[in-house]
């Protein structure tokens, strides 16, 4: 019992990291985008 509750917390923790850097790379990439209009911005979007 005890593992599979560990094993339902580390699977929960993980979606929250996994959900926290997703957002914070858009939120990023939207600032690159916002900041550095269509040129730059979108080369790098492009390649990634």
């Given at each position: 019992m005890?593992?599979?509750?560990?094993?339902?917390?580390?699977?929960?923790?993980?979606?929250?990291?996994?959900?926290?850097?997703?957002?914070?790379?858009?939120?990023f990439?939207?600032?690159?985008?916002?900041?550095?209009?269509?040129?730059?911005?979108?080369?790098?979007?492009?390649?990634?």
């Amino acid at each position: 019992m005890k593992t599979d509750k560990y094993d339902i917390l580390w699977r929960k923790e993980r979606t929250i990291i996994v959900f926290y850097l997703l957002t914070s790379l858009y939120v990023f990439l939207k600032e690159i985008k916002s900041n550095w209009g269509n040129g730059i911005g979108l080369q790098i979007l492009n390649y990634s």
